[in-house]
């Protein structure tokens, strides 16, 4: 390991020599000026990895040299005086120190503001890497007994937690081992899902809050007399994009109750959000909607009724007296006007609001170089959500919601994962062109990368013919064509979709919130 490089300026320097030799006992290289002036040419002739200065000193003070030693000096530095003035702590904290420390120092005083320093990134990497070392084998052991929905829901939180930590450090090792055991996780959950997923439709004690139950078991139970509700539906946001924005609202809200729920499948808006709003299942939806439901092979958009099912679906909950409003935000400029007329929405007993921003964030990876850049991997796609987050008027909507007390919900209708792994597809010209199902006549398909369902009304899915079937993916497989195969697979290698079977598409955040 390199030897740490360290510069003590202090115009009584000779009477720190026992703090020196301790210093250098402990194995720092240490320099030494007695003013600020031999310190700022010592600088631009050298690096150091940390500077204590003395904030008395004849000539320049210890302020003046640390205004003097931006250019020179990048790392961190500690002030060191006889003075507690308030004034003097301000303006050193207004400069940027990194340390204060008030005379008479002690040496083990410096050590430990060496370490905090220096140290402490080390440090955490390596606090941080052992602990996901114990965990790994705790996750491990746990892989191996799942036996429902809820534990699995508690072991994706778990890898999202070491994700996000793993992110903060340099620790690419322990990523690959996680990215290893999110893929393990995955092949195991698909095969959970798949030897489930039927019986949990079928409404029993053991059947997990669902898409189509979604409103009724997390939403309207909060829905009062006093308070109006703001119920914030954020597409195709994943448990981990949600856990990097809550940090930024805790300055405005406090988190009342966290949860999953589980969409169903596909994993689609088409599917998922219709049945979100309408409290029914796509197959239920088909049969009481005719006139609105359209298949995947038909044309047209298949999310523009959303505000019908949902008026629909208060009056078959006994709630039709509720006062409701639906809006859908897929423009900054229409962003802007809703926050503008916060103070109508806050008149309503639920207001209901749909962004679409991840899900245009997700699709314009597919199509734009600069996206594909900018979000090559989940760390940078989680990061660029952040950002998309701290400068939108979704985040101003929420400020004015917090402003009001008003209660407030945030969910999504289902996640999406990183496609990687290729799998031939064939099919009619009818077959629907999602990349992570597929459903149509005579599919041919490779058995082991899909759950195939060949009675759709059993899963409660709408058939377009008495021949149809549905194919769902699994873990990060998306399904091509033969046709132009390898630009097929060159296009959409490397992106982000959703319809299929993974834990970052079906396990999705319900979260509960009240201002502070």
Known sequence: MEQMRILWVDDEIELLKPHILFLEHKGYEMKTANNGEDALEMMSNDAFDIVFLDENMPGISGLETLSRMTDNHKGPVVMITKSEEEYIMEEALGSKISDYLIKPVNPNQILLSIKKNLDSKRLVNDKVTSSYQKEFREISMALMDVRS???WSEIYQKLVFWELELDKIDASGMVEILEMQKSEANSLFFK???ENYKSWLTESKESPVLSHTLLRDKVFPHLSESKPCFFILIDNLRYDQWKVLEPILSDWFKVEEESTFCSILPTATQYSRNSIFSGLTPLELSKRFPHLWKNDHEEGGKNLHEE???NDYMQRSGMGAKKVAYHKVVQQQ??????????????NDLNVIVYNFVDMLSHAKTEMDMIRELAGTDKSYRDLTRTWFQNSTLLEMLKKIAEHD???????????INVGVPSKVVGDRETSSNLRYKTGKRLQYQSKDVFAVSNPEEYFLPAANLSSSFIFARENIFLTYP?????????????YQHGGISL?????????LSAK
């Open 334 to 347: 229409y962003g802007a006007k809703l926050v503008d007329q916060f103070n109508q929405l806050i008149r």
């Open 308 to 310: 019908e099912f949902l």
């Open 483 to 495: 046709n132009n195969y390898n630009h097929f697979v060159k296009y959409f290698k490397n992106t």
């Open 192 to 194: 959970f899902v798949k």
């Open 406 to 416: 008003a209660d407030l919900i945030i969910s999504t209708d289902h996640g999406t």
């Open 504 to 512: 970052e598409e079906m396990i999705c955040p319900i979260v509960r």
């Open 149 to 151: 929905l809820k534990e």
